[in-house]
């Protein structure tokens, strides 16, 4: 069995904290020692930008060393990776094309799985020991490919009143997608907590009435950090080591790489 795991994020709300979460824990993870690859999967480039300025990031979208041809010729990813400002923490980038994706997998054979085999050398040769996967705010069949090519999937949920709106419709799908994939639920992962509201404790409840949900025992807060961070390219725990989401980022790691030991 291959030592890299699979991971990625992934809600059909939009504004869930999945970009956010997928950039912080794949800096936290590789500051462990762990070697991390991250796939940013959506035309947003949020992942990209997490780690690159906007000109470098629109210029990695414009050439052809993108997600969107590597999937469009099913090409080994192992040649699309660009090494981060930070040890331990590579990238495949995305490209504004990805909005296309999906007409391109339409006329495909296999067309569920060609992410999984875009990844399959990468994942076989074991160099990484997590591959991180952001996934745009869809169910269509490339968020199916994401799913298929993963092992686990952590879901991001807004700590809001409308947070938890579509989630049963979303544990449904997944749950629909087991005769094409193992991915299973690694967790919940509540984000943008604000203690001065009340929501978040209606969030609290209600996922821990599903019984069969693991919800990470670590909650984001909400942090201008974060947003700052962004607007900078940077993980958060670089741009503010001291912040609360830096501490909490670190917290999940090591949830993750509790979970994910074998
Ligand atoms: N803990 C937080 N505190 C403050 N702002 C946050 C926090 N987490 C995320 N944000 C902000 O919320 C917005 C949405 O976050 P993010 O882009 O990570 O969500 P997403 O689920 O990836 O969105 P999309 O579905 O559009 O891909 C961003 O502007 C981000 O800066
Ligand atoms: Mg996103």
Known sequence: M?????????????????????????????????????VDGDMQLNLSLSFFDEETVLAMAESEKNLYYAVRGKKDLKDYIVNTPYENLDLIPSSILMSQVEYELFTMMQREFVLKKCLS???????????????????????????CASDKVIVPVEASPWGLFGLA?????????????????????????????????????????????????????????????????????????????????????KEVKKNGSR
């Open 121 to 147: 050398s990468i994942k076989e040769e074991g160099k990484y020991d997590y591959i991180l996967i952001d996934a745009p705010p869809t169910l269509g069949t490339w968020v199916i490919n994401i799913l």
């Open 169 to 253: 419709n979303l544990f449904e799908f997944l749950g629909n997608m087991s005769e094409m994939t193992e991915a299973e639920v690694m967790g919940v992962l509540i984000t943008k907590v604000d203690e001065r509201k009340n929501y978040y404790r209606q969030t609290l409840e209600i996922l821990d009435s599903y019984e069969s949900i693991n919800v990470f025992k670590t909650y984001i807060h909400v942090d201008s950090s974060i947003e700052w961070a962004q607007d900078a390219s940077k993980p958060v725990s670089v741009f503010k080591k001291s912040t609360r989401s830096s501490k909490e980022f670190a917290e999940l790691a």
């Open 2 to 38: 291959s030592k890299t795991q699979v991971i990625c994020f992934a809600n059909n709300k939009g504004g869930s904290g999945k970009s956010t979460t997928c950039a912080n824990l794949g800096y936290e993870l590789s500051s462990l020692g762990k070697k991390v690859l991250m």
